[in-house]
């Protein structure tokens, strides 16, 4: 096979399953006609998914997972590029749906952290800061943990409670509130601060290495003009006594101040609520640029927080951008990568 004959694998694992029936492989380069389409969404914040559609008119593909329940647990992963040699998958996650039409079978991917929406739970956590509640909450899921390379020291709190929230919705509101994107790849729960341009990874030409097109797109705005850019946050704790803390980040022209409310803390300063909250900041600040580019599947692997260099689109929107959600599409005869990117204005 040459370099641009695009290649897939697709690997489904159902526990328990005997009789080599517990692991299933599909190559392009072994069935070509098997497969229609293939779409992997790696995004922060929400579920990272891929969709898999296989040409099925005879049924043999969906008979294959009866009888018994075919989403339990079953392990899916995702490999894509060219050549015989294709590195680590671009995704892993846990088989949710399986969707029959007239000819085809598909089916609905979300990445590991799936797990983690699947059961309100209800709980609480004392004398824990939010990294060590986050840490808690991936590895009893399973999931590795990874979190921000220089973490802030955060106050412990005295109680933290999960009220009927699933672990999902109870990780999301402590990082948050920590000032923490976060997103799963394969076994790993990454809770990070936001990214900052670094050295770009892959250097993107227009013309050269993408074509304009109807769904090419570049945005300046100026932040400071919008509704959403917050002007202050301010974080308020309680400590012995019932003695108001309050920490705030820098200020900025806007339009408004968040005040976010806690009714305890264990050891709460001034200094480390005002780290916070300028953590938080960050976290909510509006991008200037903005630009939405599909290319052909490089082969520097892409994905959320790796710097790119966009080239000849002129001078205002030409620089280095950071990858916010990476797209791969995978079709017969092709295979390309759609990048949202974003960068501030002293980037």
Same mark, same amino acid.
């Given at each position: 096979?040459?370099?641009?004959?695009?290649?897939?694998?697709?690997?489904?694992?159902?526990? %328990?399953?005997? #009789?080599?029936?517990? =692991? *299933?492989?599909?190559?392009?380069? /072994?069935? !070509?006609?098997?497969? &229609?389409?293939?779409?992997?969404?790696?995004?922060?914040?929400?579920?990272?998914?891929?969709?898999?559609?296989?040409?099925?008119?005879?049924?043999?593909?969906?008979?294959?997972?009866?009888?018994?329940?075919?989403?339990?647990?079953?392990?899916?992963?995702?490999?894509?590029?060219?050549?015989?040699?294709?590195?680590?998958?671009?995704?892993?996650?846990?088989?949710?749906?399986?969707?029959? %039409?007239?000819? #085809?079978?598909?089916? =609905? *991917?979300?990445?590991?952290?799936? /797990?983690? !929406?699947?059961?309100? &739970?209800?709980?609480?956590?004392?004398?824990?800061?939010?990294?060590?509640?986050?840490?808690?909450?991936?590895?009893?899921?399973?999931?590795?943990?990874?979190?921000?390379?220089?973490?802030?020291?955060?106050?412990?709190?005295?109680?933290?409670?999960?009220?009927?929230?699933?672990?999902?919705?109870?990780?999301?509101?402590?990082?948050?509130?920590?000032?923490?994107?976060?997103?799963?790849?394969?076994?790993?729960?990454?809770?990070?601060?936001?990214?900052?341009?670094?050295?770009?990874?892959?250097?993107?030409?227009?013309?050269?290495?993408?074509?304009?097109?109807?769904?090419?797109?570049?945005?300046?705005?100026?932040?400071?003009?919008?509704?959403?850019?917050?002007?202050?946050?301010?974080?308020?704790?309680?400590?012995?006594?019932?003695?108001?803390?309050?920490?705030?980040?820098?200020?900025?022209?806007?339009?408004?101040?968040?005040?976010?409310?806690?009714?305890?803390?264990?050891?709460?300063?001034?200094?480390?609520?005002?780290?916070?909250?300028?953590?938080?900041?960050?976290?909510?600040?509006?991008?200037?640029?903005?630009?939405?580019?599909?290319?052909?599947?490089?082969?520097?692997?892409?994905?959320?927080?790796?710097?790119?260099?966009?080239?000849?689109?002129?001078?205002?929107?030409?620089?280095?951008?950071?990858?916010?959600?990476?797209?791969?599409?995978?079709?017969?005869?092709?295979?390309?990568?759609?990048?949202?990117?974003?960068?501030?204005?002293?980037?």
């Amino acid at each position: 096979m040459i370099r641009h004959d695009p290649h897939a694998i697709i690997e489904i694992t159902r526990p %328990g399953m005997t #009789d080599g029936q517990g =692991t *299933v492989v599909y190559d392009s380069w /072994k069935a !070509k006609r098997l497969f &229609k389409s293939i779409d992997v969404e790696l995004v922060t914040g929400e579920t990272s998914q891929a969709t898999i559609t296989l040409f099925d008119p005879k049924f043999r593909v969906i008979d294959s997972f009866a009888p018994t329940a075919p989403t339990e647990q079953s392990v899916v992963r995702v490999w894509l590029g060219f050549g015989e040699d294709l590195g680590e998958p671009v995704f892993k996650g846990l088989l949710a749906q399986l969707e029959r %039409g007239d000819r #085809d079978t598909t089916f =609905t *991917v979300f990445d590991m952290g799936y /797990k983690m !929406k699947l059961e309100k &739970k209800a709980g609480y956590k004392n004398k824990k800061d939010d990294l060590a509640i986050l840490k808690e909450l991936a590895t009893r899921n399973g999931l590795q943990f990874e979190g921000p390379e220089n973490p802030l020291k955060l106050e412990p709190h005295n109680t933290a409670t999960q009220d009927e929230q699933t672990d999902w919705e109870w990780f999301r509101e402590r990082a948050e509130d920590a000032g923490l994107v976060f997103f799963v790849r394969h076994d790993t729960m990454f809770a990070k601060y936001p990214a900052k341009v670094g050295t770009p990874a892959l250097t993107i030409r227009n013309r050269v290495d993408f074509n304009i097109t109807p769904e090419f797109e570049f945005i300046f705005r100026t932040p400071e003009n919008q509704d959403g850019k917050p002007k202050l946050i301010a974080h308020r704790r309680r400590g012995k006594a019932g003695q108001r803390v309050e920490g705030q980040s820098d200020v900025s022209p806007g339009t408004r101040t968040d005040v976010f409310l806690k009714k305890d803390a264990a050891k709460p300063t001034k200094s480390k609520l005002s780290k916070r909250a300028q953590a938080q900041k960050d976290l909510q600040r509006e991008h200037a640029f903005e630009g939405h580019v599909e290319i052909f599947m490089p082969s520097t692997r892409l994905d959320y927080r790796k710097t790119v260099a966009i080239e000849n689109v002129g001078k205002l929107m030409s620089g280095n951008y950071i990858c916010d959600t990476v797209t791969y599409s995978f079709a017969a005869g092709h295979l390309n990568v759609t990048l949202d990117l974003y960068r501030d204005i002293k980037e």
